[in-house]
């Protein structure tokens, strides 16, 4: 008997169930999730340029759940508007986790409504090419995601051209944070 003779012998209940409109992507998975949970999100990123926070608001009802991002490109941002520390910064340059981490926990406070701290901060840093500015390989990237219960961080190394691992790294990043809620 084939799978398609099987499928008229399911019960009734489980036969609705099957229906399905396609693969949810995993931005649509993490806005349905912070909105499972009365979260919001805010997102801080270098190498991604924005690309992160653009997915999450190509989702419909992001709006419930988004509460906006900061593109800190430039190291300066990174130390004045999320509070990543200056000597850090000075020690290591901006491509380190610890500046992940620093820059997600940053993102919570600054995005968060009134005097309160966002949920959830989604955080990426690295270097997408074609030359490395301070020796670290081309691919480099930390991504980081801070909620109330801590901080989980990734390194990578991503192969690629500029354009493939700013994608990746935004695939990464949505993912981590996934993986954290």
Do not use: C, F
Not at 34 to 61: C, K, P
Request: glycine share 12%; aromatic share 2%; proline share 3%.
């Amino acid at each position: 008997m084939t799978a398609r003779e099987h499928v008229h012998e399911l019960p009734d209940e489980l036969e609705s169930t099957l229906v399905s409109t396609g693969r949810r992507t995993d931005a649509e998975r993490l806005v349905e999730r912070l909105g499972e949970l009365g979260w919001t999100v805010g997102v801080a990123e270098s190498l991604t340029g924005g690309l992160v926070v653009s997915e999450l608001v190509a989702v419909s009802g992001a709006s419930a759940v988004v509460r906006g991002g900061i593109v800190a490109y430039a190291t300066e941002i990174k130390q004045r508007l999320l509070n990543v520390d200056a000597a850090l910064l000075e020690a290591h340059g901006a491509v380190h986790p610890r500046v992940a981490r620093q820059m997600a926990e940053g993102v919570r406070e600054a995005l968060g409504p009134g005097s309160a701290v966002a949920d959830v901060g989604i955080a990426t840093t690295g270097i997408a090419g074609p030359q490395s500015p301070d020796g670290q390989p081309v691919g480099t990237v930390h991504i980081a995601v801070s909620t109330a219960l801590g901080v989980r961080t990734e390194s990578l190394v991503l192969d690629g051209d500029r354009a493939q691992i700013r994608a990746e790294a935004t695939a990464r990043a949505i993912r981590l944070a996934l993986d954290a809620l």
